[in-house]
């Protein structure tokens, strides 16, 4: 079992739909939670992060936090064509000693207009 | 530049062959990572660097990989006899040190093809 799991999709929604992006994850030593944006045969983008449980907002996109459940979510409002790509969900543990993260398969999301 | 550089952008190899790839990451941050990325995969930690040490090379799949940060700041990979399983995406970030880390920012990648 991988240590954090994410549906690849794809996922096809019309513009304007909200999107939800769900990671799962077993190693409850993770503490940062973060969620990249990947367009093809580019690299990875952050778009946020958030520590520990909770929920974090920034524009349309919305993450929240479930550490009792192991699970966390992003949400997209109004989406939009140019929101079409490859999103993943990574985390890390609090440890001072590396910056390493664990990321998920990634979910393969098209904005249809 | 503004940004993560990686070159070359994509290298085509034999197998058996030995490769080196470039990573120049954003001025000022002392902390610097790769990963590999199979196709339809997410990225795959391999090594975290801070300053010119090796800080956790745990993602080494094996002895034939290894990478340098000799003066902290640019870092070359380097892949000894090349197998058809390491073809993939190499991707190079950086960021500053402490909670900065939880912000790393990546370079587009170098992709690698082993024939």
């Known amino acids: 079992q991988k240590e954090v799991e994410q549906d690849p999709g794809p996922l096809s929604v019309p513009e304007g739909a909200i999107v939800s992006l769900n990671c799962t994850y077993s190693?409850?030593?993770?503490?940062?939670f973060m969620w990249y944006r990947q367009y093809s045969r580019k690299g990875p983008e952050l778009l946020m992060y958030?520590?520990?449980?909770g929920n974090k907002e920034d524009g349309r996109f919305t993450a929240q936090v479930d550490k009792s459940s192991k699970y966390i979510s992003l949400f997209i409002r109004d989406s939009q064509p140019s929101d079409s790509a490859t999103y993943l969900c990574?985390?890390?543990?609090?440890?001072?000693?590396?910056?390493?993260?664990?990321f998920g398969q990634g979910t393969t999301l098209q904005v249809k207009p | 530049g503004a940004g993560v550089s990686q070159t070359p952008s994509n290298k085509v190899t034999e197998k058996g062959k030995y490769v080196e790839l470039r990573c120049d990451p954003i001025?000022?941050?002392?902390?610097l990572y790769w990963y590999r990325q199979s196709l339809g995969q997410g990225p795959e930690f391999l090594i975290y660097?801070?300053?010119?040490?090796?800080?956790?090379d745990s993602g080494l799949p094996n002895d034939r990989f290894f990478a340098v940060r000799p003066e902290g700041s640019v870092s070359t990979l380097k892949i000894q006899r090349t197998e058809r399983g390491d073809s993939a995406v190499y991707l190079c970030?950086?960021?500053?040190?402490?909670?900065?880390?939880?912000?790393?920012?990546f370079g587009p990648g170098t992709r690698l093809t082993v024939l």
């Open positions: 660097f801070q300053g010119t040490g090796a800080a956790d």
């Open positions: 970030a950086s960021s500053l040190p402490g909670q900065g880390r939880n912000e790393q920012f």
């Open positions: 190693n409850s030593a993770f503490q940062y």
């Open positions: 958030t520590y520990s449980s």
């Open positions: 990574a985390m890390r543990g609090g440890s001072s000693n590396t910056g390493k993260l664990i």
């Open positions: 001025s000022g941050h002392t902390a």
